[in-house]
């Protein structure tokens, strides 16, 4: 007997290449995750595939070969899911992640199917869909968990296709993560961390001449959003797009420590 959950989601601009790695065969991303069912170990299976090419979805699967409830197996495959999604928009900085359904059910005393949809693909360059695969497949293979509410902000900031909406949640993580001593929200606390990570030619940390204020690019920028600067929307736009890749980096440093 065994018990299984099956997911689609929709994922652009990821493909699973053939690479010399363990947990990659034929197109599919396959490991197992040790987890304690009622106080013994049980062995999950996680895999995804590809299913359907031309609208970019993808096949989740959550198995175990123990005949398993509803309410033992369904709490861990959430949170396996939710980790091996957030390792693909973590690796992968073109990703557009979507959110899961779940199209298969097969637990004791319950086995269901459910209805699906689409979305839309785009295609990255072989070369560097291998080397972004090697470092999700190492991910993976670690004993770090993506699973918690950081990973999954980032994750739902890389999925904005505007740039203005993905640069300020991607600050905001870092507003969340560094914060003063009284435990509140402090954007010289944010500029200390980017100082300590960027090197000046980068971070630009100095009293700006037309607001009178001393801070990083990086802030600079966020603030032209929240608070008036005498600069135009495609000033800042354009800016934010030269500095996202930077503030992607940082904030992966960050939920990282």
Same mark, same amino acid.
């Given at each position: 007997?065994?018990?299984?959950?099956?997911?689609?989601?929709?994922?652009?601009?990821?493909?699973?290449?053939?690479?010399?790695?363990?947990?990659?065969?034929?197109?599919?991303?396959?490991?197992?995750?040790?987890?304690?069912?009622?106080?013994?170990?049980?062995?999950?299976?996680?895999?995804?595939?590809?299913?359907?090419?031309?609208?970019?979805?993808?096949?989740?699967?959550?198995?175990?070969?123990?005949?398993?409830?509803?309410?033992?197996?369904?709490?861990?495959?959430?949170?396996?899911?939710?980790?091996?999604?957030?390792?693909?928009?973590?690796?992968?900085?073109?990703?557009?992640?979507?959110?899961?359904?779940?199209?298969?059910?097969?637990?004791?005393?319950?086995?269901?199917?459910?209805?699906?949809?689409?979305? +839309?693909?785009?295609? *990255? @360059?072989? #070369?560097?869909?291998?080397?972004? =695969?090697?470092? &999700?497949?190492?991910?993976?293979?670690?004993?770090?968990?993506?699973?918690?509410?950081?990973?999954?902000?980032?994750?739902?900031?890389?999925?904005?296709?505007?740039?203005?909406?993905?640069?300020?949640?991607?600050?905001?993580?870092?507003?969340?993560?560094?914060?003063?001593?009284?435990?509140?929200?402090?954007?010289?606390?944010?500029?200390?961390?980017?100082?300590?990570?960027?090197?000046?030619?980068?971070?630009?940390?100095?009293?700006?001449?037309?607001?009178?204020?001393?801070?990083?690019?990086?802030?600079?920028?966020?603030?032209?959003?929240?608070?008036?600067?005498?600069?135009?929307? +495609?000033?800042?736009? *354009? @800016?934010? #797009?030269?500095?996202?890749?930077? =503030?992607?980096? &940082?904030?992966?440093?960050?939920?990282?420590?």
């Amino acid at each position: 007997m065994s018990s299984m959950i099956q997911y689609k989601v929709p994922i652009k601009n990821f493909k699973i290449l053939n690479i010399d790695n363990s947990i990659v065969n034929n197109g599919k991303i396959s490991y197992c995750k040790e987890r304690t069912i009622d106080e013994k170990k049980a062995s999950i299976n996680v895999s995804v595939q590809m299913k359907e090419n031309e609208n970019n979805i993808f096949i989740l699967e959550v198995m175990s070969k123990e005949d398993l409830y509803e309410r033992e197996l369904m709490p861990i495959a959430t949170k396996l899911i939710n980790d091996l999604l957030n390792k693909i928009a973590f690796c992968y900085p073109l990703a557009r992640v979507g959110e899961p359904w779940i199209t298969q059910l097969d637990f004791k005393q319950k086995k269901t199917e459910t209805s699906e949809m689409l979305c +839309s693909m785009s295609i *990255n @360059a072989e #070369d560097s869909d291998k080397k972004l =695969l090697e470092s &999700l497949c190492e991910q993976i293979q670690g004993s770090k968990d993506l699973s918690f509410d950081y990973y999954t902000i980032f994750r739902a900031a890389m999925n904005n296709e505007d740039i203005v909406v993905k640069y300020m949640f991607l600050y905001q993580i870092l507003l969340s993560r560094h914060v003063n001593k009284d435990g509140r929200e402090s954007q010289k606390s944010v500029d200390e961390f980017i100082k300590s990570n960027v090197s000046e030619d980068k971070h630009m940390y100095q009293k700006w001449e037309d607001t009178g204020y001393e801070e990083t690019i990086y802030t600079r920028l966020r603030n032209q959003v929240g608070h008036f600067r005498q600069k135009t929307s +495609s000033e800042t736009r *354009n @800016a934010m #797009d030269t500095k996202i890749n930077e =503030l992607i980096d &940082l904030v992966k440093k960050s939920i990282s420590f």
